[in-house]
């Protein structure tokens, strides 16, 4: 049998080996989810759906500590993030709880030419089919239950498959979903590697996949879907900022810092490109540098860290070679630009790095921040605009009609105005555009894309 050994992102000591799926499995699986689904008969009813999921909040709840030690373990995010991510997972169950009720069809008119009397039309929403979710590392709670309880809520059986780097918490919140009365074959995780989880995507018995990660592996694995699957496809992005001449950087700052290096960068919507008008520059980089330069980096078990490790200590390579890159290319290095260790980077400010590097043309990934420096901002939301992937971005003003025009012109699907871009609620709509996704991914959107609408028409002589 294959395994899979799971280590810890920063001191990288072994935590556990996990079985690795097998072709045969994966088939099994999804042969299992498929008969489920095309056998009425096993649907959960939705009270049912509704109790299961009372009871996987409840006990969540009571396990949230065990969950967070386990994903800070294997994922690197520091325990006050992690524990933040926890409660947000929670909420999310209850969110799915609160919009099943919403999940609802209407009447179509009829009668209004001579070929439609005598009916009656009206829509229902069903359950899609199967799912097949691919998740990512970054939020190993959270991700993991935004694609996998609309699923379970609106009655599709869902196959998960979470990133190799962080299985466990997949397990163990599989393991507290069949606690709380979760049949089996309703919720299957399979941990396995790339060609057996392609296996999982290509499958014609699929009806949608959930997909979190990069956008080369994203947009590939949606050219290999079976005809009439959907899917929703969740990248990653740039993060621009404009910073106006009368923003307030006393609330900014801070927001910039958290904005730019929680989790040590390793989110889709890190704040990565900032751009700041050339009469504060000096003064929004010297904040900058002094919070940054203050940030406790290291164990993600201890309470006082605040920026954890990269993922893989090839992660940390990357990153130096991106920043050395930009310094070589001319950009100003004002603090950081080192590894603190094989598996941490140092919070990293660049200024002025050229347009053309790395850092300026990709999703660094990393705890690196850049500032530009502009004197047109109709330029610098041009520069902004200029990557082909769109994400998050936000505005810094006081100005009311500078903030509605910056909101306009941005290619973002979400613009915070005096805010980090990593604002997020798990209501709100949350997703990439152009080459960052495609569809929504808030546990409404997703409980909303994991059905679909049938229509009854009724025809009477005596309506």
């Known amino acids: 049998m294959s395994t899979l050994d799971v280590y810890s992102p920063f001191d990288q000591k072994l935590i556990k080996s996990v079985p690795l799926a097998t072709a045969k499995e994966m088939d099994e699986a999804i042969d299992r989810a498929y008969k489920l689904f095309n056998n009425q008969s096993n649907w959960l009813p939705k009270h049912k759906r509704l109790e299961i999921l009372e009871n996987i ?24 993030d992690t524990q933040a991510e926890m409660a947000r997972a929670i909420n999310g169950v209850k969110l799915a709880i609160e919009n099943m009720g919403h999940l609802k069809g209407e009447e179509v008119a009829m009668g209004h030419t001579a070929s439609s009397i005598n009916r009656m039309a009206y829509t229902m929403r069903e359950p ?9 590392f970054n939020h190993p709670i959270n991700l993991i239950i935004h694609q996998t309880i609309p699923a379970i ?8 498959k979470p990133a190799p780097t962080t299985p466990l918490t997949c397990i163990l919140l ?39 990660g990069s956008a080369k592996v994203g947009w590939y694995l949606r050219s290999k879907l079976a005809p009439g699957t959907r899917c929703a496809l969740e990248h990653g992005g740039a993060a621009p900022v404009i910073v106006e001449p009368d923003a307030d950087i006393s609330q ?186 495609l569809g929504l991914g808030s546990i409404p959107h997703t409980m909303h894309d994991m059905t679909r609408e049938k229509m009854m028409v009724i025809k009477s002589n005596v309506l």
Request: proline share 5%; aromatic share 8%.
């Open 153 to 160: 809520a609106v009655g599709a059986p869902v196959i998960i």
């Open 252 to 437: 900014m700052i801070p927001a910039l810092v958290k904005g730019g290096f929680y989790h040590a960068g390793q989110v889709c919507v890190s704040v990565q490109k900032v751009y700041v008008h050339e009469s504060i520059l000096q003064e929004v980089v010297a904040e900058i540098d002094t919070m940054a330069r203050a940030l406790i980096v290291g164990d993600p078990l201890d309470e006082k860290t605040e920026v954890g490790p990269l993922i893989l200590p090839k992660e940390v390579d990357r990153v130096h070679e991106w920043v050395q890159e930009a310094v070589t290319g001319g950009a100003k290095l004002i603090c950081g630009g080192q590894r603190i260790s094989d598996t941490c980077y140092a919070p990293t400010l660049l200024v002025n790095p050229p347009e053309t590097v790395n850092v300026s043309t990709k999703e660094i990934f990393g705890p690196v921040v850049c500032v530009y420096s502009y004197n047109n901002r109709d330029e610098a939301i041009d520069k902004a605009n200029s990557l082909e992937f769109a994400f998050q971005s936000s505005v810094f003003t006081k100005d009311l009609d500078i903030a509605l025009d910056t909101v306009k012109k941005l290619n973002s699907t979400a613009v915070m105005v005096n805010d980090h871009t990593a604002f997020r609620v798990d209501w709100m709509p949350f997703g990439g555009r152009d080459s960052s996704g």
């Open 57 to 80: 909040a409840f006990i969540m709840d009571e396990r949230s500590e065990e969950i967070v030690h386990i994903s800070a373990l294997e994922g690197g995010k520091p325990l006050i």
């Open 128 to 136: 899609i089919g199967v799912v097949a979710s691919v998740s990512a």
């Open 174 to 212: 599989t393991e507290i979903f069949e606690a709380a009365g979760l049949p089996e074959g309703w919720c299957t995780p399979m941990v396995c590697d790339n060609d057996v989880a392609e296996k999982l995507v290509t499958s014609p018995k699929i009806n949608f996949l959930s997909f979190i």
